[in-house]
């Protein structure tokens, strides 16, 4: 068991086990080849949408681009601000760039990584438009807080749902809980595609009308052009493999919760806080990130063992170069920069042995000597 490697992440087993009804799908889309919004785009949007509970889903072509559709559907632009949590994934903050609205930066619960309502509330100015929680690592943020806020002020609320497919907020499928929300379909999300692709959802017929027109060329008929459009559609043979995928998800993120708690109740380092599970929220494990102070020399440790682990993220958004124009600086922040220094993202991917598990643990322990 010494020598075991053991991935971040792999792909391969899910594809093994599912390769006869992915072939079988590829080759229908090739029987039709009718391969930019073809059918299975439309069924898989159907199924989405139903498999969440929303009105309306539609395929883009990655999760950055759901984003940045949705904040041009809600109408932002200069001169709007919006709020996006400082410790979160690079693309939340590029979307509203992209339209040349401002991200205004909001510091994180230390439990959770999640945007903290009790700063959200200090962070609004007469021009913010709008607010981007994102549901990291695959647990809701804390949703009733932030919409009563959004709602006081008249903001939309756009969800970053990327790394929580299939995860609730008392007893409601994040997506659906605030105006539109994207979601991400790069291989290694819970629910991955074979490539890239994406989709954004809401309940409002008026967003997924703009939305519609906004991903296929600004175009309401061939050939007619009302907005500047772009083209960020969901590949048919991507939506194909989609629909073979999701009648899995479930399960699937019911055997990352299972192996998940098998790390929570075995990890038992005074050194290591394991991530927060409350019982509101089903948390779908995108990733299990535990935090250390000692993470560095951990992780060196757990690589020597032939263990493999991730930082998500390790530079908070406020001290990445592309943002300096924001003109943020170290210490505005605190919550995130100490997340980024102390976090640690395990193995973990819903095929992953049991065993390796116990063994990531028991390396753990021999590191600190417990
Ligand atoms: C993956 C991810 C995205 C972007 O999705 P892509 O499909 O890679 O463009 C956006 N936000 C978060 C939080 C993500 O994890």
């Known amino acids: 068991m010494s020598s075991a490697r053991v991935a971040l992440v792999e792909l391969k087993s899910q594809h093994q086990r599912l390769k006869t009804e992915i072939m079988a799908a590829i080759e229908s889309v090739f029987a039709e080849s009718h391969f930019i919004l073809g059918e ?68 994180v619960e230390a439990r959770s990584g999640n945007m903290d309502p009790a700063k959200l509330s200090a962070a609004i100015t007469p021009r913010t438009r709008a607010v981007i929680p994102v549901h990291l690592y695959g647990q809701a943020a804390d949703m009733d807080e932030i919409m009563a806020i959004a709602r006081k002020h008249s903001l939309w609320v756009i969800e970053d749902a990327c790394q929580a497919h299939g995860a609730y907020s008392h007893g409601r499928r994040v997506g659906t809980l605030g ?109 299990y990130v535990i935090r250390t102070g000692d993470r560095d020399a951990l992780r060196a440790d757990l690589q020597a063992h032939g263990i493999e682990t991730g930082i998500h993220y390790p530079v908070p958004l406020h001290l990445q170069p592309c943002f300096e124009a924001l003109n943020y600086r170290r210490g505005d922040f605190p919550e995130s920069e100490r997340l980024a220094a102390e976090i640690l993202s395990l193995p973990l991917y819903p095929e992953l042995d049991p065993d390796h598990v116990r063994y990531v643990c028991r390396t753990i322990h021999e590191f600190f000597k417990c």
Request: aromatic share 10%; hydrophobic share 40%.
């Open 40 to 107: 299975a785009v439309d069924h898989f949007e159907r199924e989405f949408a139903e498999y969440l509970g929303v009105a309306y889903a539609l395929g883009t072509g990655n999760g950055t681009e759901a984003l940045h559709l949705a904040v041009r559907a809600c109408g932002l632009g200069p001169g709007d601000e919006v709020l996006v949590p400082a410790h979160t994934f690079v693309s939340t903050a590029l979307a509203v760039a992209y339209v040349g609205a401002v991200p205004r930066l909001v510091d």
């Open 179 to 287: 105006d539109v929300a994207a979601f991400s379909f790069y291989p290694a999300k819970n629910l991955g595609a074979c490539g890239d692709g994406g989709a954004v959802v809401t309940n409002n017929p008026e967003l997924h009308q703009r939305l519609t027109r906004l991903h296929n060329y600004g175009q309401p008929k061939k050939y007619h052009h009302d907005i500047i459009g772009y083209n960020s559609r969901l590949d048919t043979l991507q939506a194909a493999i989609l629909r073979v995928k999701l009648p899995y998800l479930d399960g699937w993120n019911e055997q990352r919760r299972r192996l998940a708690m098998l790390y929570t109740n075995s990890l038992r380092a005074p050194q290591v806080t394991p991530p927060s599970d409350p019982g509101d929220r089903r948390h779908v494990y995108h990733l």
